[in-house]
């Protein structure tokens, strides 16, 4: 009887520990929510700031995002960042400096992202996705930032869900019109264009870039109580 080539064998094995690695993951994706829902429960109106991690303290919007979080948690929101340096930083800076409650959602990376310093309530997560839903769920609305892929995800998928309305409309702030110019023009000039979108999803999304105007969308659209 011929014997099975090493490679096979060891293909094999994987696949049996990934059947027994499947079960015990679908766990810590449960045990992810069950504490994020748990321990956001009682947070309140409260908006999640996104933008770049590589911004530095020296950059005009590192400033401006400390202003707007300041604003809003003098308003009486909480703020949600993702935990880390850049402009989540200036976001629970700014929380923390304003007397609102300042949250970090910080995520598990090969390269390791560090809690900033100004965050009163900090949960990690493993999966983005659960992270995610996490910002989603107890966001009284979204401000973006200048940044990247990572904020073009929150950005995409915020939208995405209002236009298909699995989730309530509520406000998409773009801050930097010259940052996001380009990216509203392919919008405007090639999506729009060719039918991929229609005109009311350019309607989704306010873009600014002064600070009492960002809060005053926000407060318009659904006032504290």
Known sequence: ??????????????????????????????AEFVEGFDDLAAVGSAVSIFGSARMTRNDANYRKTVS?????????????????????EAANRGARAGGGLSIGLNIDLPHE?????????????????????MFMKYATAFVIMPGGYGTMDELFEALTLIQTERIKRFPVVL?????????LE???????????????DL?????TDNVDEAVRIIQEWKPLR
């Open 1 to 30: 009887m011929p014997r099975r080539p090493k490679g096979a064998n060891r293909a094999r094995d994987v696949i049996a520990e990934l059947s027994r690695e499947e079960p015990w993951r679908i766990f810590r994706i449960m």
């Open 68 to 88: 707007l979080a300041r604003a809003l948690a003098k308003a009486g929101y909480g703020i949600i960042s993702g935990g880390g340096p850049g402009v989540m």
């Open 113 to 133: 992202q560090k809690p900033n310093k100004y965050i009163d309530l900090m949960l990690g997560f493993r999966y983005f996705f659960v992270r995610k839903v």
């Open 175 to 183: 801050m930097g019109r010259r940052y996001w110019k380009g990216l």
């Open 186 to 200: 392919w919008l405007r000039n090639t999506m729009l264009a060719r039918g991929a979108i229609g005109p009311e």
């Open 203 to 207: 309607e989704l999304f306010h873009a």
